[in-house]
C-alpha cells in the first residue's frame, strides 16, 4: 500500500492538488493501513481477504495459502473476494476487485455469449 502511494506521489506532483487534500489521502491511506494491520483474520475467508489486502494478487494469495497448508485454488480465492462482503475490509477489496477486473469480466460476457446461441 506505501508503495502504491508513492507510485501515486508523482501524480500529485503533477496535479499539484492542495494540502487539504494531501492531508485526506494520507488519513484515508491511514485508515486502511490500520483496518488491515487490525483485521481479525479468524476463517480462511478472512485470511483470503486479508492476503488479498496485502498483495493485490490472486496468485500470490493462493501461494501464501497453499504454503500454510490449505487447500484453495484461484477460483475460489476469486469467488471469496467477489462474494457478498461480510466486512469493512472485505467490501473495500471488493469493490477495487471488480473495478479491476471490469473489462476481463465484460469481454468474457460478450464472448459466452456467442458461443451460448
Same mark, same amino acid.
Given at each position: 500500500?506505501?508503495?502504491?502511494?508513492?507510485?501515486?506521489?508523482?501524480?500529485?506532483?503533477?496535479?499539484?492538488?492542495?494540502?487539504?487534500?494531501?492531508?485526506?489521502?494520507?488519513?484515508?491511506?491511514?485508515? @486502511?493501513?490500520?483496518? %488491515?494491520? +487490525?483485521? *481479525?483474520?479468524?476463517?480462511?475467508?478472512?485470511? &483470503? $481477504?486479508?492476503?488479498?489486502?496485502?498483495?493485490?494478487?490472486?496468485?500470490?494469495?493462493?501461494?501464501?495459502?497453499?504454503?500454510?497448508?490449505?487447500?484453495?485454488?484461484?477460483? @475460489?480465492?476469486?469467488? %471469496?473476494? +467477489?462474494? *457478498?462482503?461480510?466486512?469493512?475490509?472485505?467490501? &473495500? $477489496?471488493?469493490?477495487?476487485?471488480?473495478?479491476?477486473?471490469?473489462?476481463?469480466?465484460?469481454?468474457?460476457?460478450?464472448?459466452?455469449?456467442?458461443?451460448?446461441?
Amino acid at each position: 500500500m506505501v508503495e502504491s502511494f508513492l507510485n501515486r506521489r508523482v501524480v500529485i506532483l503533477k496535479t499539484l492538488i492542495t494540502v487539504k487534500k494531501v492531508k485526506e489521502e494520507v488519513e484515508r491511506l491511514q485508515r @486502511y493501513i490500520t483496518l %488491515v494491520e +487490525s483485521y *481479525k483474520a479468524d476463517t480462511v475467508e478472512k485470511q &483470503i $481477504i486479508k492476503n488479498y489486502a496485502c498483495s493485490n494478487s490472486l496468485a500470490k494469495v493462493v501461494k501464501v495459502m497453499t504454503d500454510e497448508g490449505y487447500s484453495v485454488d484461484h477460483q @475460489y480465492v476469486s469467488s %471469496v473476494i +467477489s462474494g *457478498k462482503p461480510s466486512d469493512e475490509l472485505h467490501r &473495500i $477489496i471488493r469493490t477495487g476487485y471488480m473495478k479491476r477486473t471490469k473489462p476481463s469480466r465484460k469481454s468474457h460476457r460478450k464472448s459466452s455469449y456467442f458461443y451460448s446461441n
